[in-house]
């Protein structure tokens, strides 16, 4: 067909001239009017069709439309008279053109299937369902899908219909699950199915996919289904799936799809030597290929393999590397299996060697920081940060700090975070800039906020760590066996920091105390009430009070002045607006036994060492007792009947102005006193109830279990309030 260039010398030394603004739609392209010389013969006009049309349009300017097209039209009068009556034949047919508001391209193609655009709709319609019905399955997928939609409105459809339902539907899928998964819309089918299946039906499922899971791992619909059958399967499920991936790991975790479901099985449900076999696949390729039995047990730990073979260090340490470093590059750095990945390079990587450095190097070298923040909320990626802010210089511990600053709120809380925060405490040796970069951010910068953040951050068993472990060290009360984690890895640190730390551990800590001593202390001076409405706040109130350094007189007097009150009143609950229940009310402190507790600690002015069996007191001293008993006078004698008796005990046992005026209103009360020592209190009686009722739901069951064993003396249980007692023999 002639070019639009060839059609130019037609009709040479045409003047151009400017075309004007209102015709400026009318421009077509050049080939339009070629295209009826070329082919004379056919009688079709379609393509004059939208040429005539935009003529018409602009028959004022015959020189503007030349101009437009870059020159006439070569189509002689026969042939546009032509065109004419073939434009007024389709008028008469009522066919859309480009100004019924039709797309130009739209309308020519109207005009060439001579068809309207509805028709042309049905006909698409028409085509596309003759496709589905020629898919195999095609009936069974339709109905499968009436049933999916009828059984995934839960709340809609009664019990025995929906058994039935679901009994149609495994009558139609079992067989041919494998052709339902890998498809958007049926895997949802085989989903449901899943969802309602009983135990058999799932297994069944399960098995007739075996052999598949791979493939729908790395489907962007599929990997869901393998998810379900995880978490709503048995470990029989589990031992079906989780072996197909050994092997594959490689691939797997650098796949879009298949790596997030490799995850969450390695994180999830894998088993510890599941866990092992897949991690043992990042060492190198011999470890994917030569697999040992299932039934042996396989070491997941590097520095096992290593020991057992050294010469493999460096392949398996560079191959090692490669794999980080290329999922890193991906942006692909939340993974768990990543961060135990690298946690194996780190243990394994030589101290004072290029290694370590270049290590912390790939830690900072991302931008954005993903990394780091990603590695501190899970339990290697911790140690990791931890590893590498004990490793790193000066420079690199300001850079990682950096990188959390707007973070360390939700770090403090978080089980595996916080240890980062203790870590910073340990080593850093720049007491100025770490208290400059962590208090601000972790109480917050707005006065009230700090208050309320302390209350929270006290009361939580991880964020509580942040703020007492500077004042109370590694105590057990600080950390319980549930925080045995944090100890491992803060020893891990101390065996690090001598060789990268200079300044001394307690001088180091003193300076940090001192620097959050002023947060606590208004904190408490503060809010009070609500710290001693629980045992943690009670807890911190103590430690804050021994430690800190600063003017402590506020919040000595807020302490005392929470304990204010009749400690054996009891308020009524007050309805819920909410719920229909009523909220039970907050006990006075006296009648609560960590209340007790930190008053006593308090009256007593310091800590009692197990190792001397003394008091270590605080310097200078707090003369708690002086402060507490004008707030404790006028009830002094239901504290000395009280839960809280031992209370009245510390105040007369310990350095105290007002002895002689105590012992003169116990006397006169003497009766009372005598009747709480031999009576049973309220929590001996609460606890006689509830062996009671235990040993009368089972009679049997306790008898038998007394039948045939010796008799063993039987422990008298003291009766009475114990400190009530002690009060006597003061008199």
């Given at each position: 067909m002639p070019s639009a260039i060839a059609a130019k010398p037609a009709k040479a030394g045409i003047k151009r001239k400017d075309a004007p603004a209102k015709d400026e739609h009318v421009k077509k392209p050049k080939k339009s009017k070629v295209e009826p010389v070329s082919k004379p013969a056919k009688k079709e006009r379609v393509k004059a069709l939208p040429v005539k049309k935009a003529a018409e349009s602009s028959d004022s300017d015959d020189s503007a439309s030349e101009d437009l097209d870059g020159g006439v039209a070569l189509v002689d009068k026969a042939t546009e008279d032509l065109d004419i009556s073939d434009s007024n034949d389709s008028e008469e047919e009522d066919v859309p053109t480009a100004q019924d508001g039709l797309h130009p391209e739209r309308a020519k193609a109207v005009v060439t299937n001579s068809q309207s655009s509805r028709e042309a709709h049905a006909k698409q319609k028409q085509l596309a369902n003759e496709r589905k019905a020629a898919k195999p399955l095609a009936d069974q997928l339709a109905r499968t899908k009436k049933l999916w939609e009828r059984l995934r409105r839960k709340s809609h459809v009664p019990s025995e219909e929906r058994k039935q339902l679901v009994a149609e539907l495994f009558e139609i899928i079992t067989g041919n699950i494998k052709d339902y998964v890998l498809k958007h819309d049926s895997v949802r089918v085989v989903q449901t199915a899943l969802k309602y299946a009983n135990t058999e039906q799932k297994k069944m499922i399960a098995k007739e996919l075996q052999g598949t899971y791979r493939q729908l791992a790395e489907s962007r619909y599929?990997?869901?289904?393998?998810?379900?059958?995880?978490?709503?399967?048995?470990?029989?499920?589990?031992?079906?799936?989780?072996?197909?991936?050994?092997?594959?790991?490689?691939?797997?975790?650098?796949?879009?799809?298949?790596?997030?479901?490799?995850?969450?099985?390695?994180?999830?449900?894998?088993?510890?030597?599941?866990?092992?076999?897949?991690?043992?696949?990042?060492?190198?390729?011999?470890?994917?290929?030569?697999?040992?039995?299932?039934?042996?047990?396989?070491?997941?730990?590097?520095?096992?393999?290593?020991a057992a073979d050294p010469s493999k260090r460096a392949p398996i340490m560079r191959y090692l590397q490669e794999l980080i470093n290329h999922l890193i590059q991906k942006k692909l750095t939340g993974f768990t299996l990543l961060h135990d990945a690298m946690l194996q390079y780190f243990l394994n990587a030589k101290p004072g060697t290029e290694e370590i450095t270049?290590?912390?190097?790939?830690?900072?070298?991302?931008?954005?920081?993903?990394?780091?923040?990603?590695?501190?909320?899970?339990?290697?990626?911790?140690?990791?940060?931890?590893?590498?802010?004990?490793?790193?210089?000066?420079?690199?511990?300001?850079?990682?700090?950096?990188?959390?600053?707007?973070?360390?709120?939700?770090?403090?809380?978080?089980?595996?975070?916080?240890?980062?925060i203790l870590t910073a405490y340990e080593v850093i040796d720049d007491t100025v800039l770490t208290s400059k970069s962590i208090f601000p951010e972790l109480l917050s910068k707005d006065a009230e906020k700090q208050v309320e953040n302390v209350v929270l951050a006290a009361n939580d068993i991880n964020a509580r760590t942040t703020l007492l472990y500077l004042f109370q060290g590694r105590s057990r009360a600080l950390f319980p066996a549930s925080l045995s984690f944090d100890l491992e890895v803060l020893e891990e640190v101390d065996r690090v920091r001598v060789t990268t730390s200079k300044k001394d551990p307690e001088v180091r800590r003193s300076e940090l105390a001192k620097a959050l001593s002023p947060y606590l202390l208004k904190a408490i001076s503060t809010n009070a009430a609500d710290l001693v409405s629980t045992s943690f706040g009670c807890l911190l109130i103590t430690e804050v009070l021994f430690g800190a350094e600063g003017d402590k007189s506020e919040a000595l007097a807020a302490a005392a002045a929470a304990a204010a009150g009749d400690p054996s009143y009891v308020a009524p609950a007050e309805p819920q607006e909410d719920t229909l229940g009523f909220e039970q009310p907050v006990p006075h402190m006296g009648s609560t036994a960590f209340g007790g507790r930190m008053l006593k600690s308090l009256i007593a002015g310091g800590r009692f060492d197990n190792k001397s069996m003394e008091i270590v007191l605080v310097i200078p001293p707090l003369n708690f007792a002086d402060i507490l008993y004008p707030q404790i006078k006028d009830h002094i004698v239901e504290w000395a009947i009280g839960s809280s008796s031992f209370v009245v005990l510390a105040l007369l046992e310990n350095k105290f102005g007002k002895k002689d005026e105590v012992l003169k209103i116990l006397r006169k009360n003497k009766k009372r006193l005598q009747k709480a020592a031999t009576e049973e209190t309220v929590d001996q009686i609460a606890r006689r109830e509830k062996v009671d009722v235990a040993k009368s739901d089972d009679v049997e069951k306790y008898a038998k279990a007394k039948k045939g064993k010796k008799s063993k003396p039987v422990k008298v249980k003291e009766v009475g309030n114990a400190g009530s007692k002690l009060l006597l023999e003061k008199l």
């Open positions: 599929a990997k869901f289904l393998i998810g379900k059958l995880l978490v709503q399967g048995d470990d029989e499920i589990r031992d079906l799936i989780v072996p197909e991936f050994f092997g594959h790991v490689r691939r797997l975790i650098k796949h879009p799809e298949a790596s997030w479901i490799l995850d969450d099985v390695y994180r999830g449900v894998a088993t510890k030597q599941q866990k092992a076999i897949i991690l043992r696949e990042w060492y190198g390729a011999e470890f994917s290929l030569f697999k040992k039995e299932s039934s042996e047990k396989v070491p997941s730990e590097l520095s096992e393999i290593l270049d290590y912390i190097e790939l830690l900072k070298g991302d931008d954005e920081g993903d990394l780091l923040k990603n590695l501190a909320f899970t339990k290697s990626g911790a140690r990791v940060v931890s590893l590498a802010l004990s490793y790193g210089t000066a420079k690199d511990r300001k850079h990682i700090l950096r990188t959390y600053k707007d973070l360390l709120q939700t770090m403090a809380a978080d089980p595996y975070a916080h240890i980062v």
